[in-house]
């Protein structure tokens, strides 16, 4: 058996309420498809939230058409470890792997080919059990207080026990932040995340004082970059400090656990290039005692389903910090993914057990933007 045809398009998602990393042009997404010489199909999807990476829809269509959907014509689709290696021989690392997003569309797309030829939910390929439901946190990103209490409040009614937070680089905003929403549920699971917005300096204050008003755990302080200063936040053993941003390879993370630097992982397929790597990432992080957390970028459909896949079938602890139920308004899904409150509920179909409308996936496709001029690519034999 082998691979095709690739395709890729971009899409805009629109969504609902306030979310910093949301852009008024609606979610930003490239759904791709990968097809076997059988006609059986894979769909993926890559993710660009605003002002998040480096990467963008555009990049990513270039980097399918021309360099990644090339190099994987002709291959087996169920030698996923050697289809990765291509890719990396493909476009060499820098620092570390690049164009994660990217990769992601096309790994999500490549598992669920794998599990529709061989009749298989994903999960069942990596040898785990039928998925738990996966207990989502409700995201909280505001800029007053007033706003905070209402954010909370509606999360309450839909369900929601937990909240993710949005901070930095304010701290004093963010330490009343944290107070009123540990008032208003002081049971949850309270996780802020930074997205690498504090200086050292200011970190090290909000390490000891997010730890006298409540804070579970606090997500990336300070730029990955930042290493001794991970180092010096870690021993002061306040808060548990976790990273999201700069993991990308299984490497990456086990060179970050050897300097000591984290007390955890934010675990997120789409930032590490797909479940391939995600799911080596969260075995390394279960077999060294450290915390595994389920994270996401405002995932939509597809993406949403293969962090299900994910989060299900390793059975994390703590709820996961997947939005994309929070925030978008549409699908391009024949049937959506079940939500129960705060419950998340895994396909079980084959691959990752959802059918993509195209009907509905051609009404969220962005028209042709110069210089482009395109918004769909494809690569065949």
Same mark, same amino acid.
């Given at each position: 058996?082998?691979?095709?045809?690739?395709?890729?398009?971009?899409?805009?998602?629109?969504?609902?309420?306030?979310?910093?990393?949301?852009?008024?042009?609606?979610?930003?997404?490239?759904?791709?498809?990968?097809?076997?010489?059988?006609?059986?199909?894979?769909?993926?999807?890559?993710?660009?939230?605003?002002?998040?990476?480096?990467?963008?829809?555009?990049?990513? /269509?270039?980097?399918?058409?021309? $360099?990644?959907?090339?190099?994987?014509?002709?291959?087996?689709?169920?030698?996923?470890?050697?289809?990765?290696?291509?890719?990396?021989?493909?476009?060499? #690392?820098?620092?570390?792997?690049?164009? #994660? /997003?990217?990769?992601?569309?096309?790994?999500?797309?490549?598992?669920?080919?794998?599990?529709? +030829?061989?009749?298989?939910?994903?999960?069942?390929?990596?040898?785990?059990?039928?998925?738990?439901?996966?207990?989502?946190?409700?995201?909280?990103?505001?800029?007053?207080?007033?706003?905070?209490?209402?954010?909370?409040?509606?999360?309450?009614?839909?369900?929601?026990?937990?909240?993710?937070?949005?901070?930095?680089?304010?701290?004093?905003?963010?330490?009343?932040?944290?107070?009123?929403?540990?008032?208003?549920?002081?049971?949850?699971?309270?996780?802020?995340?930074?997205?690498?917005?504090?200086?050292?300096?200011?970190?090290?204050?909000?390490?000891?004082?997010?730890?006298?008003?409540?804070?579970?755990?606090?997500?990336? #302080?300070?730029?990955?970059?930042?290493?001794?200063? $991970?180092?010096?936040?870690?021993? /002061?053993?306040?808060?548990? +400090?976790?990273?999201?941003?700069?993991? +990308?390879t299984a490497h990456d993370l086990l060179e970050f656990i050897r300097l000591e630097m984290i007390d955890g992982l934010a675990v997120k397929l789409s930032r590490c290039g797909g479940l391939f790597t995600a799911r080596r990432q969260m075995e390394i992080v279960l077999d060294a005692g450290l915390l595994a957390l389920g994270s996401g970028l405002t995932d939509p459909d597809v993406s949403l389903a293969a962090s299900l896949a994910l989060f299900g079938a390793y059975g994390l602890p703590f709820p996961a910090a997947l939005n994309g139920p929070q925030f978008l308004a549409e699908t391009v899904l024949s049937q959506p993914i079940r939500i129960e409150g705060?419950?998340?509920?895994?396909?079980?179909?084959?691959?990752?057990?959802?059918?993509?409308?195209?009907?509905?996936?051609?009404?969220?496709?962005?028209? #042709?933007?110069?210089?482009?001029?395109?918004?769909? +690519?494809?690569?065949?034999?």
């Amino acid at each position: 058996m082998k691979i095709v045809r690739v395709e890729a398009s971009h899409q805009a998602y629109p969504f609902q309420g306030y979310f910093k990393f949301l852009g008024p042009e609606g979610h930003q997404v490239v759904t791709v498809s990968v097809t076997a010489d059988d006609g059986t199909v894979g769909w993926g999807q890559s993710v660009f939230p605003l002002r998040w990476s480096y990467e963008t829809p555009e990049t990513a /269509l270039v980097l399918i058409a021309r $360099y990644y959907g090339p190099a994987i014509l002709g291959h087996d689709p169920l030698e996923l470890g050697a289809i990765h290696e291509i890719l990396d021989r493909t476009l060499p #690392p820098g620092f570390t792997q690049g164009f #994660p /997003l990217t990769r992601a569309g096309l790994d999500i797309a490549l598992h669920d080919l794998a599990g529709r +030829i061989l009749r298989q939910p994903v999960w069942r390929l990596w040898g785990r059990g039928t998925p738990s439901p996966v207990q989502l946190s409700w995201t909280v990103n505001v800029t007053s207080l007033a706003d905070a209490e209402k954010v909370v409040e509606d999360g309450r009614k839909k369900g929601y026990r937990n909240f993710n937070l949005k901070v930095a680089p304010d701290l004093r905003f963010d330490l009343e932040l944290v107070r009123v929403v540990r008032q208003m549920a002081p049971e949850c699971f309270l996780w802020a995340d930074a997205n690498g917005g504090y200086d050292l300096e200011t970190a090290k204050q909000a390490v000891k004082k997010f730890a006298d008003v409540g804070l579970n755990v606090l997500e990336a #302080p300070l730029r990955p970059n930042q290493i001794a200063g $991970y180092r010096q936040l870690r021993r /002061l053993r306040a808060v548990p +400090i976790i990273m999201d941003e700069g993991v +990308i390879t299984a490497h990456d993370l086990l060179e970050f656990i050897r300097l000591e630097m984290i007390d955890g992982l934010a675990v997120k397929l789409s930032r590490c290039g797909g479940l391939f790597t995600a799911r080596r990432q969260m075995e390394i992080v279960l077999d060294a005692g450290l915390l595994a957390l389920g994270s996401g970028l405002t995932d939509p459909d597809v993406s949403l389903a293969a962090s299900l896949a994910l989060f299900g079938a390793y059975g994390l602890p703590f709820p996961a910090a997947l939005n994309g139920p929070q925030f978008l308004a549409e699908t391009v899904l024949s049937q959506p993914i079940r939500i129960e409150g705060d419950q998340a509920i895994c396909p079980e179909g084959p691959g990752l057990g959802v059918e993509v409308d195209c009907t509905q996936l051609e009404k969220l496709t962005v028209p #042709p933007r110069d210089p482009l001029k395109t918004s769909k +690519i494809w690569v065949g034999l």
